[in-house]
Each structure stands twice: as structure tokens, then as C-alpha cells.
């Protein structure tokens, strides 16, 4: 057991660019979680998964962003057309089943120029 | 909407000393409560995990402390260490598993 992966750990784009972030969550963690984190500020929720299915998504998630589990292990996050005010740490939790502590990964920190 | 505040934003404390976070929320119907730490450019590590039901936690160095009815949460550090300093988060879970983070405390103990 290593622990939650994300990859890569960090992402300088330009404006108007497509990216998508990698998370590995621990192995028998069926829930899947992404957040973003701004500077300052404490991690807001985007969307979670529970095995391959996409239970919830936050307003925060705009067409722009998609979220996929397909075979209920990793996931991705793809952000299309980024836009300056992406730029922010994107945070990926797993956890067994709801209401457990959820275990982050390292981020991933997204720089849009 | 729950709202989660952490006071103060930031403290300075020399090594030793003892201190206390703080942590509060608007909707006191929530199922359970966490302290986090995370160091700069990192992720998070959970600390303490209080239920709804439960008024404490203790692990090692830190305690952590729950009112509900009043919605308040403390995370008391005993003898504070330069490895404390980082950032604690607090952030509270509805029965629909949806968490709220404060924007945290970013501690500096200093040598």
C-alpha cells in the first residue's frame, strides 16, 4: 500500500489548452474523491466516485471539466479550454466506502500562463 | 450551506508552548469532524476524526475537542515543535458525506 498517486505533480499550461490529471487511489478504496484548492483557502469539493460510477458533482465543475473511473481503480480529471482562473491545486482523496477519513494524495498543481 | 471558520489564520509560537486552534461551523447537524495538517505544496493528513456523538480525540501530542450545539471545534498542541509548523485545516461532514473545509491555520513554531 503506497498511499493515493497523482500524476503529474505539477502542469504549467497556456490559456486555452486541454489537461488531464492521473489519481491512483489506494488499492480497496471504492470512493473516489477530487477537490481543488486555492491558494489561501481550504479544498472545495468537485466530484466523487463510487467505483465506477459518478455519484456527485459540485457547481464548481463546469462543462469544461470531466471526471472518468472507467473500471472503478484510477481516475481522471480533464479540464478542456483552461482558463486563467484554473490555476489552483487539484487534490485527489480516496477512502472505504463514505463517512471514514478520506486519504489525500500529494496534488497536482495546475499553472495557467 | 455550511460554512467552516478557522481562527486565527495564521500563529507564531515559540517551541513548547501550548496552543490551541480554532474551528467553527454554521450547521451544527453534521455527522462527523476532522482536523487535517498540510505542509506547504503538499496534501493533507488526516489528524483526528471526531464523530458526531463523541466530545474528543486524542493522538499522541493533540487533542481535539467537539461542541456541537454551539458548533466549535479546538485542536490543542501540547509542547509545540518546529515540526509542527504547517497549515491545520478543520472540516466537517453532513450525513450526505459532504465535507466543508475551513481555509485553515498556518502555524510557525519557532526554534
Known amino acids: 500500500d503506497t498511499g493515493v498517486s497523482q500524476d503529474p505533480r505539477h502542469k504549467i499550461t497556456k490559456r486555452g489548452q486541454n489537461v488531464t490529471f492521473r489519481c491512483d487511489p489506494i488499492s480497496e478504496h471504492n470512493r473516489l474523491y477530487w477537490y481543488r484548492q486555492t491558494l489561501g483557502q481550504g479544498p472545495e469539493f468537485l466530484t466523487y466516485?463510487?467505483?465506477?460510477?459518478?455519484?456527485?458533482k459540485s457547481r464548481l465543475l463546469s462543462d469544461r471539466f470531466s471526471a472518468e473511473r472507467p473500471k472503478g481503480s484510477f481516475s481522471t480529471l480533464e479540464i478542456q479550454r483552461t482558463e486563467q482562473g484554473d490555476s489552483a491545486m487539484y487534490l485527489c482523496?480516496?477512502?472505504?466506502?463514505?463517512?471514514?477519513?478520506?486519504?489525500f494524495g500529494p496534488g497536482t498543481r495546475l499553472l495557467v500562463l | 450551506k455550511q460554512e467552516v471558520t478557522q481562527i486565527p489564520a495564521a500563529l507564531s509560537v515559540p517551541e513548547g508552548e501550548n496552543l490551541v486552534l480554532n474551528c467553527s461551523f454554521t450547521?451544527?447537524?453534521?455527522?462527523?469532524l476532522q482536523w487535517f495538517r498540510q505542509d506547504p505544496g503538499k496534501g493533507l493528513t488526516s489528524l483526528l476524526l471526531i464523530q458526531s456523538s463523541q466530545r474528543e480525540q486524542t493522538s499522541g501530542r493533540l487533542n481535539a475537542s467537539l461542541d456541537k450545539s454551539s458548533g466549535r471545534s479546538t485542536l490543542y498542541i501540547a509542547a509545540s515543535q518546529p515540526g509542527d509548523s504547517a497549515t491545520y485545516l478543520c472540516a466537517v461532514a453532513d450525513y450526505n458525506n459532504d465535507m466543508r473545509f475551513g481555509a485553515g491555520t498556518r502555524l510557525t513554531v519557532k526554534p
Open positions: 450547521d451544527s447537524a453534521i455527522y462527523n
Open positions: 466516485f463510487q467505483n465506477e460510477a459518478q455519484l456527485e
Open positions: 482523496a480516496s477512502s472505504l466506502d463514505g463517512f471514514v477519513t478520506q486519504y
